[in-house]
């Protein structure tokens, strides 16, 4: 009966050595799966804080026309022509946009309006 008992206790102490070593790699597991989460969520932000600027800058194209209206000086189908020729091409859209005030537009506009012909009446 002693032997029986030493046997018992003897089982109960590898249990236990194993439910140590299963925390262990439960916290482990947990640890991995944090960092992961901490990875996606800054992955995430990369993503929306790109697509807000995407937003921003299609915005600003919808309105391309609307700053080249406020041109003076210039007929509307003068500015109807400059617009085509600059709608063309998003990169083009996009300098525009980035010039820094109304007379580097200006310029800008006028470069595009010598190289678009003329319409035939």
Same mark, same amino acid.
């Given at each position: 009966?002693?032997?029986?008992?030493?046997?018992?206790?003897?089982g109960r102490k590898r249990?236990?050595?194993?439910?140590?070593?299963?925390?262990?790699?439960?916290?482990?597991?947990?640890?991995?799966?944090?960092?992961?989460?901490?990875?996606?969520? &800054?992955? +995430?932000?990369?993503?929306?804080? @790109?697509?807000?600027?995407?937003?921003? %800058?299609?915005?600003?194209? =919808?309105?391309? *026309?609307?700053?080249?209206?406020?041109? &003076?000086? +210039?007929?509307?189908?003068?500015? @109807?022509?400059?617009?085509?020729?600059? %709608?063309?091409?998003?990169? =083009?859209?996009? *300098?525009?946009?980035?010039?820094?005030?109304?007379e580097f537009k200006r310029?800008?506009?006028?470069?595009?309006?010598?190289?678009?012909?003329?319409?035939?009446?």
């Amino acid at each position: 009966m002693i032997y029986a008992l030493k046997k018992k206790s003897a089982g109960r102490k590898r249990k236990r050595n194993d439910d140590v070593v299963m925390e262990e790699k439960l916290v482990a597991t947990l640890g991995d799966i944090k960092s992961a989460m901490k990875t996606v969520g &800054e992955t +995430l932000k990369v993503i929306v804080d @790109f697509l807000e600027k995407e937003r921003e %800058i299609e915005e600003r194209r =919808k309105n391309f *026309f609307a700053e080249i209206l406020k041109f &003076e000086g +210039l007929s509307m189908e003068e500015k @109807f022509r400059a617009g085509l020729s600059i %709608i063309k091409d998003k990169s =083009k859209i996009d *300098f525009f946009i980035s010039l820094p005030d109304q007379e580097f537009k200006r310029i800008y506009i006028m470069d595009h309006l010598e190289a678009v012909p003329k319409p035939e009446n």
